[in-house]
């Protein structure tokens, strides 16, 4: 087991200096110069080099990725070329509220993905199940930013019960009730697609367990139903985990159409106004930032599959 | 009658996206007026109007015609990067299954940090270093997916390689390009059927939310995605603006959809009634 | 003294539904089983003895089966009535399947498989119910049981497996074991091992054992009496004694003689046919098609059993002919 994280962490090492490298050099690929955003239309050559000098600009790029690389070791990223703050403390405020946004969404999804994923799992062509498919279908197939705006227009237009945007009241008192009343609508929009997906796949989960011989051999015990309900979901866990996890992963950018929609301030609308105003700092950190998280979820969800399933454990 | 037409699900999804598809593409012909033509003073006009049948938009151009052109581009976006990056990465991944060593070692090394990047940072990325326009919208979307279809074909050829007749050919001296075209290809198309058809729905959705971030085209060119963020800001006056075109696309989603459920059905009859939780982003990075 | 009969089988008839129609996987068969014995089943691959052994203990074939019809009856309980059924499978009845690796669920440890099936039948605690399935797991010939205990299936070899199906099959003391092939995947010692265990028990507790299998020499050591299947008929039953030295039944001869048993009794050759067993809505004799001696009186109409005396009962006009 020591081995095997071993060898993951130095992979982990490995795609993460990649990763580096290609925002480094993307970020350089965009066209236009952010120098002369920076500058304004009234400077002078002269004044232009020296912003480029102050940023470090004009050092060859290989030498500029060194530097970045080695600040970013140790937990520097520099600060926005616009907005002069550093650029860790920026983005650990948006990563809250996606977050935020990514939990709820999850949450919701879990909630009703696995519970008719599993019930149509027992009962295929049931009742139950012929609905979970529907709401499989739709989920799948409705874009999340449409489904935000049809949701502001019945539920925040027409029946005023919920905030059409933003993560606070103005008015309001910022606190706990006041972020989830905002939270709801945008968490209900990004679960559509991963209660599709997850609803499915704990379906055809469950299904595959329950064709296997050993659940007739559990059933030629005697055992009564609920008992052997446990011990297929028990089986069907680890793929269920596994989705569950990718579509957690999946999610922390795919949020980035919520947070449009709902003017909600998270990461993914951050990164989309740094690199199109080529604030390259807060591109290369942001970038940085959510291919680690999102190597991290995929890390935990390898390492719950020896947890909860013995074979892979002991191998 | 071969059963894959007898599916009821590839029928009607089939029949939809048919429909939808000749009417986008005889737009010229059957599209009532203009896209770009403003009928001034007929702004935000509701469904029914006389002469706008679904009415017009914020800019007061009638939205069918809208919806009819933006179509063509919509469509074509959605399909014609999953069409380019199978061939892609069908050659690549051939290759690198084939030749092995360092030319495997290279391309699937490059594939894994590819994948380091969540789809959507990946699009936006490459939209943003490409620049609008549908023909860089497409080619973003591309190299968002080539990965995928990469790993895909590699895993499928490599596994295929192992076979006997695949030695047999080799001794007999085929070439190359023979072995992967005549033995190997043929093994792995039934999965990439599958995976086509089950991508695509998640393309369109895809390409109309990059059009929606203002990443892929140009106003004023029409498209799904565009009329839908353009509709948001008169979503309290005229909510039918950012809907309907949004109902276009949510049954273009579904009848794909359906027609890849069918068609997974269809083509791996182990797994019957099993439907398909076609996200590509099931397949781990790492 | 002749035992009583504990378990009944009237007219079985078990469907699976193929393209648009349904095949009878087991047709009309017709079983007892006394106190006591040990009857065993033989038969080639196909004949419908697996699908006959789950729909003795109620359960039809998946995914698509239904039991159709017959009666099946274990001390005048209905089994093809889930309630009846259920109370007592697992509990009077002991059931190992064929497959040890595939019967075991690989995600709970062997010591909870066993423990599982005591408590769901037994008011027990968790404690005692350790102890016994500890007792279970040495019985059955298991070196070290407090380690095979906390082990999970997939660390046991398949010898080591099929015997932790027997502790669980066990663990309520059955007093009717249901077999179905369950040596087959063994190797000849541990297969020897277990069935010494068999005889122990029918001795020792007068367990009622009715055993699937292909071979016959198991079928020497363990049986009292042997019933031979095709195409989801009975084609011969007697004592194993009768069957084996004076089978009557070319099928039952073919059978023999591809093991090797030497017969006693001599007949025109058995040419080695080969074909598969299937069941096509023929009427009349199932193996018409293969046997060496077929009249066409075979597939004419249904052939009754013909007592041959102590017991020996077969379906074939040959007897009837010469007799």
Known sequence: MARYLLRRAAYFLFILVGVSIVIFTTMRLVPGDPIVYLAGPFATAKQRAAIRESYGLDKPVVVQYGRWLAKAAQGDLGRSMQLHVPVTELLFGKLRNTLLLVAGSMFIAILVGWSLGILSGFRPNGLIDRIGLVVALAGISLPAFWFGMLLIIAFAINLPWFPANGIVSERGDGGVFDVLWHLFLPAVATAALPCGVMLRMTRTAVLEIRRMTFVRALAAKGLPGRALAVHVIWNALPNILNVTGMQAGFLLTAAIFSEVVFSWPGLGLQIYAAVTSQDYTVAQGAVLFICILFLLFNVVVDVLRPIFDPRIRMA | MPIILRDGRIIFGGCVVAVIGLLTLAAPLVSPYDPLQVFSGLRNAPLGTAGHLLGTDQAGRDILSRVLWGGRVSLVIGTVPVAVSLAIGTCLGLIAAYYGRWVEFLILRLMEILFAFPLILLAILAAAVLGKGMLNAMTAMTIVVIPYVIRAVHAAAKSTMGMTYVEAAIIRGAGPWRIMLSEILPNIVSSLVVFATSVMPIFIIFSAGLSYLGLAIEPPTPDWGIMIAEGQQVIQTAPHVPTVPGIVLLLVAISMNLIGDGVQDALNPSSRRRPVGADPQLSRPI | ?323
């Open chain 3, 1 to 323: 003294m002749t035992n009583e009969i504990i378990y009944s089988i009237e007219n079985l008839r078990v469907e699976v539904g193929v393209g648009g129609g349904t095949i009878p996987i087991v047709d009309g068969v017709s079983l007892y089983i006394r106190q006591s014995e040990a009857l065993g089943l033989v038969g080639e691959s196909g004949a419908g003895k697996s699908i006959l052994a789950m729909a003795m203990i109620g359960m039809p074939p998946q995914p698509n089966g239904r039991i159709a019809g017959g009666r099946v009856s274990f001390h005048g309980l209905d089994m093809l009535n889930r309630r009846e059924a259920r109370a007592v499978v697992g509990k009077r009845i002991g059931f190992i399947f064929e497959d040890p690796a595939a019967s075991l669920d690989p995600c709970y440890t062997i010591g909870a498989q066993i423990i599982e099936t005591i408590v769901a039948h037994e008011d027990i605690h968790k404690a005692a119910a350790r102890e016994r399935a500890l007792e279970l797991l040495s019985l059955v010939g298991i070196a070290d049981p407090p380690s095979a205990y906390t082990a999970y299936p997939h660390q046991f070899s398949g010898g080591m497996q099929q015997r932790a199906m027997f502790a669980i099959a066990l663990s309520c003391r059955p007093e009717f074991l249901i077999g179905d092939n369950p040596t087959s995947a063994l190797d000849v010692t541990i297969q020897a091992q277990i069935l010494r265990l068999i005889n122990d028990l029918r001795k020792r507790l007068g367990l009622t054992v009715f055993w699937i299998t292909n071979n016959f020499g198991v079928v020497a050591k363990l049986c009292d009496r042997v019933a031979v299947m095709y195409a989801g008929t009975i084609l011969e039953i007697g004592k194993v004694r009768d069957v084996l030295r004076n089978p009557v039944h070319p099928y039952t001869r073919r059978l023999l003689a591809s093991s090797g048993i030497p017969s006693a009794r001599s007949g025109p050759s058995l040419a080695a046919r080969a074909g598969a067993v299937s069941a096509n809505g023929e009427v009349g004799c199932r193996f018409a098609t293969q046997c060496p001696t077929v009249m066409t009186t075979c597939s004419a109409a249904p052939i009754a059993m013909s007592d041959l005396g102590a017991g020996h009962l077969t379906r074939c006009l040959l007897v009837s002919k010469a007799s």
